[in-house]
């Protein structure tokens, strides 16, 4: 009987013990920003990205104070076709190098941004080095960092390359919302 007690005392603070430490070590992760327009695009990305920009949104604003938006992000294939067009096949300026499945847009895999400031969060300047260090921490890679072509508002997610990734949008293999499996 006595041994019994025992059992059933040390199992219930054991029991206590694992939830006070699971609660203490449970990171609780925010699953919005500070802007609900930036949120709207968030929505629209890869599923399996959304944590990570909604993160890097949240992270540049805790670690440098700086308010970021998202003005650019999942870009379907019609609507990269519709641009790429521009310009070449239809009336205007030529805006992208990129024809439809060659952009990590075009997979809900990235996001262009620019720094908000100004009272009304409507003066815009572009990504700095400080902020691309916290998205390549995320896991995420800085357009600002290429040779070439410098896209400094363009954040992505490489999960694989665009040939990849092309083959297995062609494959169908996507899922039910249409986002290839990565
Ligand atoms: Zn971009």
Do not use: C
């Not at 952009?103 to 815009?124: P, Q, T, W």
């Amino acid at each position: 009987m006595k041994n019994l007690t025992k059992i059933f005392i040390y199992s219930g603070l054991s029991l206590l013990a694992y939830s006070i430490i699971k609660k203490i070590t449970k990171v609780e992760k925010k699953t919005t920003t500070w802007d609900p327009k930036t949120d709207e695009k968030i929505k629209k990305l890869h599923p399996k990205v959304r944590q990570i920009f909604t993160d890097f949104v949240n992270t540049v604003q805790d670690k440098l104070n700086l308010k970021i938006r998202m003005i650019s992000g999942l870009r379907t294939f019609a609507e990269q076709t519709k641009l790429y067009n521009q310009g070449r096949t239809t009336a205007g300026a030529i805006v992208t190098k990129a024809p439809a499945g060659s952009s990590y847009h075009n997979y809900g895999l990235a996001g262009d941004f620019y720094i908000m400031k100004g009272e009304k969060n409507n003066v815009m300047s572009v990504l700095t080095p400080e902020v691309a260090k916290i998205a390549n921490d995320l896991g995420l890679e800085w357009g600002g960092n290429w040779k070439g072509f410098v896209d400094k508002p363009h954040i992505q997610y490489k999960a694989d390359s665009v040939k990849n990734l092309l083959a297995k949008y062609n494959a169908g293999k996507r899922d039910l919302n249409g986002y290839v499996n990565i």
